[in-house]
Every structure is written in C-alpha cells, then in structure tokens.
C-alpha cells in the first residue's frame, strides 16, 4: 500500500566554534555563520544550505509532498555540536532542519525551517550534511524525498 508523507522541514543546530562570552553576538550575526559553514565547505543563502562541492549542481529537489512506500530510514548520524556561548549561557533550544535525501541515501541540501534560537543554527547545518539514510522508495525504487529532522539543545543537570 502507499502512503503519501507529507515531508516536513528539516531544523538542525550548529555550532561551529568555541569563543568566549562577548563574542555571543557575532553567532547571531547571519554573515558570520555564512562565513563560518563556508570554511566547513558549505554554501547557506535564503535559508537554505548546500555542500560547495554542489554548487553547480541542477538538479531539481523533490517536491515537498512524495508518494513512496517507504520512507527513508536513518543509518548513521551525527550529533551537533553545542556551542560552547550556548552552554555557558545555558541557553537551550530547538532548531528543526528539512533535508534532502537522495535516492543514494545522501543529504544533497538543507533548509532551516525553524530556529528557537539562531546560535543554534550553524551547528545543525553541520551536522545535518554527515547524517546518512537508507533512500526512501516507490515500487521498489529508491527516490529523492525531503524529510524533516529536530535538533534538540539541552543543559543535561
């Protein structure tokens, strides 16, 4: 039987570097996290986020409804870093990411989709990118499919 999945965005966190309490502001500061995934080797505009590596790429993503019959299923993933600003704050929040998984099972792009917080965001950009699926299908087939995917950030006590 199948089903129609309504994908949902994506929300990741992110937190690249470690710096002390009076750089707080600049990871607010859109340019700044621009630069920051950049040096990671990922290109981010208008909410959106791509490996530089994919920079020329055409292919057009899928829509935000698919049909399948299997949904992708997640193989290995990698946990976000906690900005260390964030912690010493105790800052916590949520940051919800919509990713791209193609038919290999590979993100090929994220989009932020909401964020409690925008310390948060580069981190989950970052980690998003090292996740890896098993590819959702249709009759048999593996098929491209955004899904949506929440960062949580916690204080453990």
Not at 145 to 156: D, G, K, L, Q
Request: proline content about 5%; overall charge positive.
């Amino acid at each position: 039987m199948r089903y129609h999945f309504l994908v949902h965005s994506l929300f990741l966190c992110l937190a690249l570097y470690t710096a002390s309490a009076q750089d707080l502001g600049k990871y607010r500061d859109s340019k700044f996290i621009q630069g920051s995934l950049l040096k990671q080797g990922i290109l981010f505009a208008n909410n959106e986020a791509r490996l530089c590596a994919d920079s020329n790429d055409v292919t057009v993503p899928p829509a935000d409804s698919v049909a399948c019959d299997t949904m992708p299923s997640l193989v290995s993933k990698t946990e976000p870093v906690y900005p260390h600003e964030a912690l010493d704050s105790l800052l916590q929040g949520n940051v919800f990411v919509r990713m791209w998984v193609d038919s290999t099972g590979m993100v090929r792009r994220v989009r932020l989709v909401k964020s409690d917080d925008s310390i948060f965001n580069a981190s989950a950009l970052v980690a998003s990118f090292k996740w890896k699926f098993r590819p959702a299908t249709l009759s048999g087939r593996p098929i491209n499919i955004w899904v949506t995917v929440p960062f949580r950030y916690a204080v453990s006590k």
